[in-house]
């Protein structure tokens, strides 16, 4: 019986090299010159600093532009509210968003049934959902169609055995 994998994984090698390459553009722009913007980088989370609201908006733009260069899903960032940081700069935390939650899993699950595909399952397993079926045909319709429904999270489909 065919299966695969549906999962949101996201490559922090690349989202690192994303992050440096925005911080040696920030250090070189004329437009950057003396505002002290950077992005930090931690397994969870990126922190934009700026000396002002306006830099640090134009510091993710290219932080951005970095990350779709390298081919990594704008979906997997959750920008949060933008702060004030210490002496008038701001600050900005962007939380990574990597793992298939119980709800992005139900909304999946509900999406493989109302396709009403004869012989096929979904369900969670873990931070992935395995979908099963008796036709290749059934499962590759599943993949176009989750493909379509927009989840807010980047899926990767993987593990497809005959």
Not at 26 to 40: G, L, Y
Request: net charge neutral; hydrophobic share 35%; no cysteine.
């Amino acid at each position: 019986m065919p299966t695969f994998d549906i999962v949101s994984e996201l490559d922090l090698q690349e989202v690192r090299n994303a992050v440096d390459q925005a911080n040696r553009e920030a250090t070189t722009r004329f437009d950057f010159k003396n505002t002290d913007s950077h992005v930090e980088f931690s397994e969870k989370e990126l922190v934009l600093t700026s000396s002002t609201e306006d830099r640090l908006k134009a510091l993710y733009q290219v932080l951005e532009e970095k990350l779709v260069r390298r081919e990594v899903s704008l979906k997997a960032l959750d920008p949060q509210k933008i702060e004030e940081a210490s002496k008038g700069s701001a600050r900005q935390h962007v939380t990574l968003k990597a793992g298939i939650s119980q709800e992005v899993g139900k909304s999946i699950n509900k999406l493989v049934k109302e396709l009403g595909l004869k012989g096929v399952s979904s369900s969670i397993q873990g931070d992935q959902v395995r979908v099963s079926g008796k036709k290749r045909d059934d499962l590759q319709a599943v993949i176009a169609a989750s493909k379509q429904a927009d989840l807010g999270v980047p899926l990767q489909y993987v593990n497809f055995r005959d």
